[in-house]
Structure formats: C-alpha cells, structure tokens
C-alpha cells in the first residue's frame, strides 16, 4: 500500500472535490486507487462491484483532463482489469490489449516506473 488508510485517503479526496477542489487528473487517479484498495479489503462483493466501477468512472474522467500522465495510463489499466472481474472473460480477453496499451503508454510516459514495468510483463 502507501503508507495510508484507503477509507481515509477516500474520505479525503471525496471532501476535497465536494468542497469545491479541483479534481484534477492527479486528484482522480488517486480516488480510483484509494477505490481499487477499498474494493480489495471489502468482503461484500455488491461494494467491491460498486467501488471498482467509480474507479473506472474516475480514470474516464482523468485521461480526459490528462492523456499524458503516466499514473493515468497506469491505473487505468489496472482498473480496466478490475472491470472485466464483473463482465466477463470475452470482455476481460478483449480488454487485455487496451490494458497493454496502457501500460506501454505509462511507460513511455514515464520509463522509470518499475510497477508499470512489471505489470505490463504479466499481460505479455
């Protein structure tokens, strides 16, 4: 993890923007993080299917505001294989290229990124 609590980070970013913060790119790649954690820990499948679909609504949102962040195109690939957990295996096949292309993408944008790097090895 890193370094916090997902429920408070959650918290956090949610009070940010309904007070008016800007939700910027950086700001929801962050939500969909603290989202993808929160579903990780949540044993009630209903809540893990709901927090994973507002990570994806989120990452829509930032690659919109910012297609050139390297943590955009990251997490958006981790939250589109979120997404096929609840679509199905042809959706989840057939998002495995849109995934690749996102972790390229966040590799070119940012060649240091060891995660990155090593997720896009487990698609490939």
């Known amino acids: 993890m890193?370094?916090?609590?997902?429920?408070?980070?959650?918290?956090?970013?949610?009070r940010h923007i309904a007070n008016g913060g800007?939700?910027?790119?950086?700001?929801l790649w962050r939500l969909a993080r603290a989202c993808h954690d929160l579903a990780l820990e949540?044993?009630?499948?209903?809540?893990?299917?709901?927090?994973?679909?507002?990570?994806?609504a989120a990452m829509q949102e930032a690659l919109k505001k910012?297609?050139?962040?390297?943590?955009?195109?990251?997490?958006?690939?981790?939250?589109i294989s979120d997404i096929g957990d609840y679509e199905g295996t042809?959706?989840?096949?057939?998002d495995a290229f849109i995934i690749?292309?996102?972790?390229?993408r966040a590799i070119e944008l940012n060649p240091a990124d060891a995660t990155a790097r090593h997720l896009l090895g487990l698609w490939c």
Request: hydrophobic share 35%.
């Open 2 to 14: 890193y370094g916090g609590n997902p429920r408070q980070i959650y918290d956090l970013i949610i």
């Open 22 to 27: 800007e939700a910027s790119a950086d700001v």
């Open 42 to 56: 949540s044993s009630d499948t209903t809540a893990k299917k709901s927090l994973t679909f507002e990570a994806y």
């Open 66 to 79: 910012d297609p050139n962040s390297s943590p955009v195109h990251k997490w958006m690939a981790i939250i």
């Open 90 to 94: 042809t959706k989840k096949l057939k």
């Open 100 to 104: 690749r292309d996102h972790f390229a």
